[in-house]
């Protein structure tokens, strides 16, 4: 019903930079949280980044001051801006949305996209 689909990944240098996008498309579309998740090789999956259809943000400590997410509702997309990238960043991103509807909030979906590699080594 939802389709999440990422760009932006690439290599780059330590330092560097990259912009990842995650558009959403689907015939049915009220996403309240959009999130993008990182798994690093022999790493578990872990969130970095979270964002509210209010703009209220969340970050992992690891990231926190050099990733920015943002979210874009008219065009269903959210956005990672990652600067001073790290060795470590290096990961498969994923881009996850939620929704949560009914009269007490009861009822909740989840929707993944493929995922998108990062890449930081010189």
């Known amino acids: 019903q939802v389709q999440l689909v990422e760009s932006g990944g690439g290599l780059v240098q330590p330092g560097g930079s990259l912009r990842l996008s995650c558009e959403a498309s689907?015939?049915?579309?009220?996403?309240?949280?959009m999130a993008w998740y990182r798994r690093a090789p022999a790493n578990e999956r872990e969130l970095v980044a979270a964002?509210?259809?209010?703009?209220?943000?969340n970050y992992a400590d690891s990231v926190k001051g050099r990733f920015t997410i943002s979210r874009d509702s008219a065009r269903n997309t959210v956005y990672l801006q990652t600067n001073s990238l790290k060795p470590e960043d290096t990961a498969v991103y994923y881009c996850?949305?939620?929704?949560?509807?009914?009269?007490?909030?009861?009822?909740?979906?989840?929707?993944w996209g493929q995922g998108t590699q990062v890449t930081v080594s010189s």
């Open positions: 996850h949305a939620e929704r949560v509807y009914g009269y007490f909030n009861e009822y909740r979906n989840e929707y």
């Open positions: 689907g015939s049915t579309i009220s996403l309240s949280v």
């Open positions: 964002i509210t259809v209010g703009g209220i943000t």
